[in-house]
């Protein structure tokens, strides 16, 4: 049986200000003493899991066996937002209590050194945890700067059958590293893994599925991910253990003219699921204490909540203590809090697009959403206990919770910008409203561009680059400004093998967007291909030029390593290949385009005997990429 509980009790929180992340930890190892006494944290995010997707919330049943059972030993929070509906930033946002715009990583792709505030790792190590994760897909790759406070950090996406570059892995062998991980840890030290599943993500094809595409594909992968889930718990065994499991964001799947997600708030894309329980060995007084078995609790909360919750939960301070000592956003939700007001923010449209950013507030069933650097700001209010799907929204133009919006714009930049005239370029800096020159497109008025763009990538995944280049090409001229149309304008060409002209698309799409890793990538690998054809060396130099500016923005990035070690190794300077990916690789020792890449190198030195041992650790690791490794080069 399950009970409800509501927005009742009120939590008051006195602000400690502590401004260095430092003294901030030694606070709290202080007062957190032996960690010996703690049970261990299963953090699990199912990325891409809207939250009706899951039975105990949806109308579709049998799904989530695994995740339903877990809710009903533990506590389900029925209302639970995500704060961005984008990998990067949200997972960045439940592992700092931070909103985007404070964290810093509000778009994915970009990189920071160091979070302005420990993540719930550092502060689980600092407190005797032996910490894990393990990343389903390389947009939450370490160099992507959420490694911090772990032991160890799984994103090596390379797997049996897969190709030379891996964005992501399959739940089961994500599954199966942390079970081994799990495994081998002391029963006397707690530990804490975060384990991501990428699974429902699209494109959707589940490897015991029926269906391929659409809500039904989406459906078969979510049952996919739920079964993993269910061998993660299972190994779980008699450790008394802080269960969470949520998600990042939900999927849109073509509600509101959105396919997937990351650019509107709908409900689709921002209602995720949110449980936690205890598993194993538990105590009477943990048993009374939350999270409580069958309880739903109907309260708004956030993703923001996730590391404020766990720390109170596990004893490592009060909430006084966590979320106020780093003025988080998120607060401990193990009791409700009444009339909280929660930030909703997406700065992806301005970033990928040129778009107005979208920003808004959930208060209770009440969620406000508008652009606030579009001419029409248009802020929508919506009651969501009345209408889920947002279909009857009004537009308001005085409403108290219009005050309550705060700025999306990063309170910490990454990557780290240049000057401030470059960033008003970007749309870093807000256009003041009163500037009408400045307007940007609504997103939610543009979807067909997104939704054109949504269907070129598809085509191009499935290597059909013709249909693609059609569908870019029927988008509405007056779109010819946007970075992210002439990304996948490239794309295609340089699929249709019209390398030079992808070159002009892709150099467009930078003087666009500079700060757009994804960006110089392909505009250097169709500069590669440019020089492979001409034999010129300025195509040569300047995708050199662009894959250096490429790690620049995203340090350590295996693909940015990879090409411009290849770029290298062409323009006759091996060396300096090498030492790169010598230097990647002991970050990612199965890196198989590092491997591949290093085996090149080392040929061009006439280095033959150590080639020989990569290409036997080629076989041996991924031996479907040694049809790569041809003798005669
Ligand atoms: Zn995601």
């Not at 009742?8 to 502590?18: A, E, I, W």
């Not at 695994?66 to 929070?77: N, Q, V």
């Not at 205890?278 to 708004?300: K, L």
């Not at 990928?352 to 208060?363: D, E």
Request: net charge negative; aromatic share 6%.
């Amino acid at each position: 049986m399950s009970r409800s509980i509501g927005g009742q009790s009120q939590c008051l929180v006195s602000r400690v200000c502590l401004t260095s992340r430092a003294a901030l930890l030694m606070a709290l190892v202080v007062a957190c003493g032996d960690g010996s006494r703690h049970p261990s944290v299963l953090l699990v995010t199912i990325d891409t899991l809207r939250a009706d997707a899951v039975s105990a919330w949806g109308e579709v049943q049998g799904t989530t066996p695994y995740l339903d059972a877990l809710a009903e030993s533990g506590t389900r929070f029925a209302d639970a937002t995500t704060v961005t509906p984008l990998t990067l930033p949200a997972h960045a946002s439940m592992l700092t209590g931070l909103r985007p715009a404070r964290h810093g990583l509000t778009v994915n792709g970009v990189a920071t050194e160091a979070l302005p505030v420990p993540t719930l790792a550092e502060h689980l190590h600092a407190s005797g945890f032996q910490t894990a994760a393990f990343v389903s897909a390389a947009v939450l790759g370490a160099e992507h700067g959420l490694a911090a406070g772990f032991d160890h950090y799984d994103d090596d996406l390379q797997e049996p059958g897969g190709s030379v570059v891996r964005h992501e892995r399959r739940g089961d062998r994500t599954v199966d590293r942390a079970l081994e991980w799990i495994g081998q840890q002391e029963d006397s030290e707690p530990w804490f893994a975060w384990v991501h599943l990428f699974d429902p993500h699209a494109p959707y094809a589940a490897p015991d599925g029926e269906s391929e595409g659409g809500r039904a594909g989406y459906l078969d992968e979510v049952r996919w991910a739920d079964r993993q889930l269910g061998r993660l718990l299972g190994g779980l065994g008699d450790r008394t253990t802080l269960v969470t499991v949520t998600s990042d964001h939900g999927e849109s799947l073509g509600e509101h003219g959105e396919a997937t997600h990351g650019v509107l708030m709908y409900q689709g894309a921002m209602h995720v699921p949110l449980v936690m329980a205890w598993s194993g060995a538990i105590s009477a007084a943990q048993r009374a204490d939350f999270p409580q078995p069958g309880v739903v609790r109907e309260d708004v909360v956030s993703v923001l909540d996730v590391t404020p919750t766990i720390l109170e939960t596990l004893g490592l301070g009060s909430t006084s203590e966590i979320s106020a000592a780093w003025e988080a956003d998120g607060r401990s939700v193990a009791e409700p809090l009444a009339g909280r007001v929660l930030p909703l923010e997406c700065r992806s449209p301005s970033f990928y697009y040129g778009f107005s950013v979208l920003a808004g507030v959930r208060q209770g069933s009440l969620k406000l959403v508008g652009a606030p650097q579009s001419a029409e700001v248009d802020w929508v209010l919506n009651d969501i206990s009345l209408d889920s799907e947002e279909v009857s929204g009004q537009v308001v133009v005085e409403h108290p919770l219009i005050q309550q919006v705060l700025s999306t714009e990063p309170e910490v930049e990454a990557p780290v910008i240049a000057d401030l005239d470059q960033l008003r370029a970007l749309g870093y800096v807000s256009a003041t409203l009163s500037d009408a020159g400045d307007a940007r497109r609504d997103p939610r008025e543009s979807m067909d561009l997104v939704d054109a763009i949504d269907a070129a990538n598809t085509l191009l995944v499935v290597g059909e680059p013709l249909q693609a280049w059609e569908r870019l090409e029927a988008v509405p001229g007056d779109y010819r400004d946007v970075a992210e149309l002439h990304l996948f304008r490239g794309k295609a060409l340089r699929a249709l093998g019209r390398s030079a002209e992808a070159v002009q698309e892709l150099e467009e799409a930078h003087a666009l967007q500079p700060e757009s890793s994804s960006i110089l990538l392909e505009w250097g690998r169709a500069l590669l291909e440019v020089a492979a054809v001409t034999n010129s060396d300025a195509a040569l130099e300047g995708a050199s030029a662009a894959f250096q500016q490429a790690l620049q923005l995203v340090p350590g990035e295996t693909e940015a390593v990879a090409m411009w070690s290849l770029a290298e190794i062409r323009q006759g300077r091996p060396e300096e290949a090498l030492s790169r990916l010598d230097a990647a690789l002991d970050l990612k020792p199965q890196a198989g385009n590092l491997l591949l890449l290093r085996w090149r190198a080392l040929k061009a030195l006439g280095r033959e005997k150590e080639a020989l041992d990569v290409a036997e650790t080629i076989q041996k690791i991924a031996p479907e990429l040694s049809s790569y490794i041809v003798p005669s080069r």
